[in-house]
């Protein structure tokens, strides 16, 4: 189980994506988040993401940049607090960029 | 006390675009200095740093192309090159160093997965 | 649990620190421990004590020191990454024959081998990336 952080909206997500584990989670931070709306460049890369897999973005980044209105109803929006909750939870946090 | 882990350094980024290359080897090395168990990949514009002909005189740059063979020589055991990201970035005839193993998605996730320490760059 | 912490980014170049520093203060608020601050590549510049930020933006290095001086927290900066960056405590500012130094209160500055001890004495380490 892991828990991965992606903090911009391109490659990093893409690399986070391909090496994901059936009980693995992504957490978007910074401006990760911008990948919470639906659609990125006309497509939707999460259209193929298992539903078991869970999907965060962090409360303050999506505020901060005026998205939280606009996010997929898959995402959760989590606190800094749950953040470290779910770093525990996890067997350990990669930081993908 | 040093207890024994294993560690992926995941190298993303072309040589010479910031310090992320050389951050990755420098710290691999060290880690293999501690006698830990190492493994390296290269993904995405990481394999970038591959080609065998990087001439930095001219330019004056730290020649990151001479610094991968030392991988080897600090004993990091398994270096990998993932593969569909040579593809991506056109190298697909590209010479690669002889020990170093090609590996796709699915390895590269299993990887991932049973390594206790795993950091990007 | 006892957390270390990865800070790769430089104060305002990028979110990354005030990420990191963000989620450094929300893990001792939740009662967890942090076992060290390792500040890699630009993230040494988090460690100056000369930055003098605008008056409506958060000094981040100040909130760092406030944050290891009242939890007596060990925070690294890499040796490497700070000699080249011109950060400096006064031991190195007097053997490279410097005219000064600028390394804040409550860093130090160490080798890599610092990060590799955090990997194995921690129960997580949460890298922030650039």
């Given at each position: ?5 992606v903090n911009k ?89 | ?75 990091v055991e398994n ?43 | ?83 080249k960056r011109g ?44």
């Amino acid at each position: 189980m892991i828990l991965h952080t992606v903090n911009k909206k391109q490659d990093c997500l893409q690399n986070c994506i391909s090496v994901l584990g059936e009980n693995d989670a992504i957490l978007l931070i910074e401006d990760g988040v911008y990948a919470t709306m639906a659609v990125n460049n006309g497509i939707d890369i999460w259209e193929n993401i298992p539903p078991s897999t869970r999907l965060f973005a962090l409360e303050n980044d999506l505020v901060a940049r005026g998205v939280s209105d606009k996010i997929l109803p898959r995402f959760e929006a989590i606190t800094l607090s749950q953040f470290v909750s779910l770093s525990c939870e996890y067997d350990k946090v990669i930081s993908w960029g | 006390m040093t207890t024994e882990i294993s560690y992926l350094f995941i190298s993303r980024c072309s040589p010479y675009a910031g310090q992320q290359a050389r951050a990755a080897l420098d710290l691999a090395f060290t880690a293999a200095a501690f006698e830990q168990k190492v493994s390296f990949v290269f993904i995405d514009d990481g394999v970038l740093q591959l080609l065998d002909r990087q001439d930095t005189q001219a330019s004056q740059l730290k020649n990151i192309g001479k610094m991968i063979p030392a991988l080897k020589h600090y004993d990091v055991e398994n270096i990998y090159i993932h593969q569909p990201s040579l593809a991506r970035a056109g190298l697909k005839q590209i010479d690669l160093p002889n020990e170093f193993k090609l590996l796709d998605d699915e390895k590269l996730g299993k990887l991932v997965a049973t390594t206790d320490q795993v950091m990007v760059f | 649990m006892k957390f270390s912490i990865v800070i790769n980014g430089a104060p305002w170049s990028s979110p990354s620190a005030l990420s990191a520093l963000q989620f450094a203060e929300t893990v001792l608020d939740s009662g967890h421990d942090i076992y060290r601050l390792f500040f890699y590549q630009d993230g040494v510049l988090n460690g100056s004590c000369l930055c003098v930020p605008p008056q409506d933006e958060e000094d981040i290095p100040a909130r760092w020191q406030a944050l290891i001086e009242s939890n007596d927290i060990d925070a690294v900066v890499c040796a490497a990454s700070a000699l080249k960056r011109g950060i400096l405590d006064k031991a190195e500012a007097d053997r490279y024959d410097k005219p000064g130094h600028n390394l804040r209160q409550g860093f130090t500055i160490s080798g890599l081998g610092q990060l590799i001890d955090a990997t194995q004495q921690s129960d997580r380490v949460i890298s922030f990336v650039i």
